[in-house]
């Protein structure tokens, strides 16, 4: 693996947030030799993607996909192959690699990398083979997509193998079949077939129904359905609320809309040009057509929800927002409220607007931030990446004690420290007896602020200088970010005035301006 991670605990007064900083340290062979059954699988009976760093892919086992239309099968003679729902392989190692026969154990490495040995641990084939290759990292995960993609997920990096050899991320998938299904479906409805119509007398600028379903079932329905795909995938997240929303008030799922017996579908390919020349009976002439038309404008009505995601989050989490300037996204879990997501892009937009030219904003491109909502740690850990932020739980800042965390290319803050007095899991473990005293600090913006500060200062690599104006704690410079924008306001006072003018070189002149907390649920 091309980096290590180095961690860093401080115990800072009144806040007590933990911060993580990775560094760069050298780098390693991805094909290593060794025995198989050293890899740990963290979740032995997972049958679902994404699968996580440090996991075996169980010979003979399923793993489906969000969508539950593709799954991930290890094979018993070795080949590792991708099956749609009907069980018709789209992807195949075999057609990559000679010797799938050879094939004793795949892995999804430490590294994040995907990784086939022989039974006795020799390396034979994996998409990074070597330190000079762009891998993946600990926090990444192996997914399918809506196609049946098998792809490698890297944090901040997005895509970085695809199985189909695209790298094409699955929201700009989503957007890319909502144009195309969008298309055709706007077709139907521009051609619409009414009873009786004889093309010879009735076509009144209309192309026939059967040209234009033909033309709609081979360039659109595939992207309808891997619309369709997606929103099974995300069903009943926060994200696709709009959606869901919309689908209650019509009654129907997404594919009863598509493939249902009301559906566009079921009876669009029935319908003929005239229709009583191919059929005794009128059902699918006059009421199928009308059925047609309904989800016709049932779909329109959904694709505007879809339009209007702004991203995608990691299976597993609940809710997705997306800065525009810079390119960065915030991702929560289902438990976190919309009014926390809001104030979390509110404070990076406005921390990002401030930063100078010597801090261009492009460099936060790609960066990403997790937020949850209390939680044992038992479950936030089950979070990628919140789970592989630390790899030791043991030690006296782990398990509940850990409400938050940075890094390179993502960060990790928790609602219940945001504008409350109290730390919810550390307060339980302290009424259990398993802490010495309870947490009633008081609370605003300052765990967002903080642990943003981190991530700047390993994003722009500015240890140089805040190592030498800030030599006691690396807490200290995350402290002077947050007097700059009043998260307490008084700790700018604690700091002299070089290293006030780093901070107002990075943000421009302190203001008086705070960050409302109004909104969020007590």
Not at 93 to 118: E, M, P, R
């Amino acid at each position: 693996m091309a980096s290590l991670k180095r961690y860093l605990a401080a115990f800072v007064s009144g806040l007590m947030v933990l911060s993580l900083m990775f560094v760069a340290s050298g780098s390693s062979v991805t094909a290593q030799t060794g025995d198989c059954g050293v890899v740990a699988n963290p979740y032995p009976e997972r049958t679902t993607m994404p699968l996580r760093s440090n996991t075996n892919i169980v010979q003979g086992q399923q793993y489906f996909s969000a969508s539950g239309q593709h799954y991930l099968l290890f094979q018993t003679d070795g080949n590792l192959v991708v099956n749609d729902a009907t069980n018709q392989t789209v992807w195949s190692l075999s057609d990559v690699f000679d010797n799938t026969s050879q094939i004793g154990c795949v892995t999804v490495g430490a590294d994040g990398n995907l990784v086939a040995k022989t039974a006795d641990g020799n390396f034979l084939w994996a998409p990074f083979t070597d330190a000079s290759s762009t891998i993946p990292d600990q926090a990444g995960f192996l997914v399918l997509n809506q196609h049946g993609a098998l792809q490698i997920w890297s944090i901040g990096r997005g895509v970085v193998w695809s199985s189909d050899g695209s790298t094409t991320s699955e929201f700009d998938w989503l957007q890319s079949d909502l144009a195309t299904c969008r298309t055709g479906i706007d077709l139907l409805a521009a051609n619409p077939y009414e009873y009786p119509e004889d093309p010879a007398t009735d076509n009144a600028g209309k192309r026939a129904w059967s040209a234009v379903y033909d033309e709609f079932e081979q360039s659109n329905l595939p992207a309808c359905q891997a619309v369709g795909a997606v929103i099974s995938s995300y069903q009943g997240l926060p994200v696709l609320s709009g959606v869901q929303e919309a689908l209650d008030g019509l009654g129907v799922s997404w594919n009863d809309l598509i493939d249902g017996d009301r559906g566009i579908t079921n009876p669009g390919s029935r319908i003929s040009e005239y229709c009583p020349g191919q059929h005794q009976a009128q059902f699918d002439c006059v009421q199928g057509s009308e059925r047609i038309a309904s989800s016709i404008a049932g779909v329109q009505q959904v694709l505007d929800q879809v339009a209007s995601v702004e991203c995608l989050p990691t299976i597993g989490w609940g809710h997705c927002l997306q800065m525009s300037e810079p390119k960065m996204t915030i991702i929560g879990a289902t438990t976190v409220s919309r009014p926390a997501m809001d104030l979390v892009k509110t404070i990076y937009t406005e921390m990002t607007s401030r930063l100078t030219d010597d801090y261009p904003k492009d460099v936060m491109d790609g960066f990403v931030v997790y937020v949850t909502n209390g939680g044992v740690w038992d479950d936030v850990s089950q979070l990628s990446p919140v789970g592989a932020m630390w790899p030791d739980t043991s030690g006296p800042m782990s398990g509940n004690e850990l409400r938050g965390g940075a890094s390179r290319n993502y960060l990790w803050v928790d609602e219940q420290m945001m504008c409350k007095t109290g730390v919810q899991t550390r307060n339980a473990d302290y009424e259990a007896g398993t802490r010495s005293e309870p947490d009633n600090s008081e609370r605003t913006v300052d765990q967002i602020v903080h642990e943003f500060a981190h991530s700047l200062n390993y994003r722009y690599n500015m240890d140089p200088m805040t190592t030498v104006l800030w030599p006691q704690s690396v807490e200290d410079f995350p402290w002077a970010v947050q007097g700059m924008f009043n998260a307490p306001a008084s700790s700018w006072d604690n700091w002299n005035a070089d290293q006030q003018a780093f901070v107002e070189g990075m943000f421009g002149p302190r203001t008086d301006a705070t960050f409302d907390c109004s909104g969020l649920p007590e």
